[in-house]
């Protein structure tokens, strides 16, 4: 059984696990358990989500300019 008590769906909004892929042209990002990436170098920019799943994902980091490696339940 998973509780999300106050405290915890307060900070689900927030955004975190910033990192820059190793061209600097895109931003990962974390937010509500889901990962996105922003192409910083566009002018209207907007971020394109890369997981929509009930489980958080965490731990992301790029492994080069195209691919990211991420956990989610234990598994990379």
Do not use: C, H, Y
Request: no cysteine; charged share 30%.
């Amino acid at each position: 059984m998973i509780v999300r008590d106050e405290f915890v769906k307060e900070r689900e909004n927030q955004i975190g696990n910033l990192a820059f892929s190793p061209d600097s042209k895109k931003l990962l990002l974390a937010q509500n358990g889901d990962l996105f990436v922003l192409n910083i170098t566009e002018r209207e920019a907007k971020p394109r989500r890369l997981t929509k799943t009930q489980a958080g994902e965490g731990a992301a980091q790029w492994l080069d300019n195209e691919r990211i490696l991420f956990s989610q339940g234990g598994n990379f």
